[in-house]
């Protein structure tokens, strides 16, 4: 049976292993000891399935760039929000900036 990333991704461990049980390919070796962090791009690799990164984690040079100034901006407001004691506005401020921080984080791993 033909896969797609998106059928193998939604399946369980167990499930992997089974369907790794049945395919004969030096990427699985050793099946029933990885996770599914793991398995899953290996039967990828021994089923020719292109593997597919989630979108939020594609953030390329120029877009870095762009989200860093984004991210001076909001420093620069979180300021003015602590200068005029406005809680609520640097607790906004703060969840925007940790966003950000962590979609250029993810990009780089």
Known sequence: MAYTYEELHKKTVAELR??????????????????????????????????QKHPHHAVKGAEKAKLKAEMKKLKAEKDKARGAHDAARLKQLRRQYHRLNRRIRSATV
């Not at 099946?31 to 791009?41: A, F, S």
């Open 18 to 51: 089974d369907i790794a049980k049945g395919i004969e390919h030096e990427a699985v070796q050793g099946y029933t000891q990885l996770n599914k962090e793991h398995l899953l791009p290996a039967i990828c690799t021994a089923l020719g399935v292109e593997v």
